[in-house]
């Protein structure tokens, strides 16, 4: 059994995660931190959370961190979730695919930011397909999909794209999931057409975002409410320089941008809300 979290580890703790991922935990996650620490202080042999956040501290392989910072990732996604920017997004790429077309452009650059266990690049690759067949001409060589995550666990999980029957089950369409995956037992296994469509690479929102390139649009929806307020403004700020002229934003429904950037005009449509960088 692990031990109960005093207020003196819970901040010493709370300001190691903000440190090293960005998520700013108010007073009230107390039992987040206790709960989400309690096995891996009792697997690195800890008496209590003091001797945790030590050992973390000390460790320069950098190990018991991402540890850390794994167990305090929240992975909670589904398919097409909200559903409004993915009509979005189809409407967006038929555009840019007239300017492939027309010689404007080569290729179309997506970003999912925080990707979690795969479920939002595979609905962008789905949706890019699905803009294909229905008439915007769209070629999967024509569009790179760039996902990322700070959750070494969740990468796994989204590289491997097996899903059981209560993932699969939050948000697909039956006649998506028939057309693109595969019944294996008691899992479903995407199809290596869209698999292939995704390169997933680790990476922490507080690092510099050349490594990604610049990029049409941008997938960052439902993560910022784990940030501070700062941060936020930093993120909004790094991601205006790294969209291109006129390039898109899609955050999460209950997300805004406008108390934290003015480098950035909202779009409106019947699908609902996102953003066009200025």
């Known amino acids: 059994m692990g031990s109960v979290i005093t207020d003196q580890e819970f901040q010493l703790l709370r300001d190691y995660i903000e440190k090293h991922c960005g998520i700013s935990l108010d007073r009230n996650k107390m039992y987040l931190v206790e709960s989400r620490l309690n096995t891996l202080m009792i697997e690195n042999g800890c008496d209590n959370y003091n001797a945790l956040y030590r050992k973390a501290s000390a460790d320069t392989t950098n190990g018991l961190r991402d540890k850390i910072i794994d167990a305090m990732t929240t992975n909670e996604t589904l398919w097409f979730r909200d559903n409004g920017p993915y009509q979005s997004l189809k409407e967006l790429l ?99 057409r869209v698999k292939r469509m995704v390169t997933l690479k680790k990476m922490n929102l507080q690092e510099s975002f050349s490594p990604i390139g610049k990029c049409d649009i941008v997938f960052c929806r439902n993560v910022l409410i784990y940030f501070s307020e700062q941060f936020k403004k930093d993120i909004f700020s790094r991601l205006a320089g790294l969209l291109r002229p006129s390039g898109h934003l899609f955050i999460g429904a209950s997300e805004s941008l406008s108390t934290y950037s003015n480098e950035y005009t909202m779009v409106r449509n019947s699908h609902g809300i996102y953003y066009k960088v200025k």
């Open 94 to 192: 038929s555009t840019l695919a007239d300017e492939i077309r027309s010689g404007k452009r080569q290729k179309i650059r997506i970003w999912s930011a925080a990707c979690s266990t795969g479920q939002e690049p595979y609905s962008i690759a789905v949706t890019v397909l699905e803009s294909g067949q229905a008439g915007s001409g769209l070629r999967p060589e024509q569009v790179e999909i760039i996902a990322t995550d700070i959750s070494s666990t969740a990468l796994f999980m989204a590289k491997l794209a097996r899903y059981d029957a209560i993932a699969i089950n939050r948000g697909l369409p039956p006649d998506i999931r028939d057309r693109y995956f595969k019944s294996e037992g008691r899992v479903w296994a995407l199809s290596d």
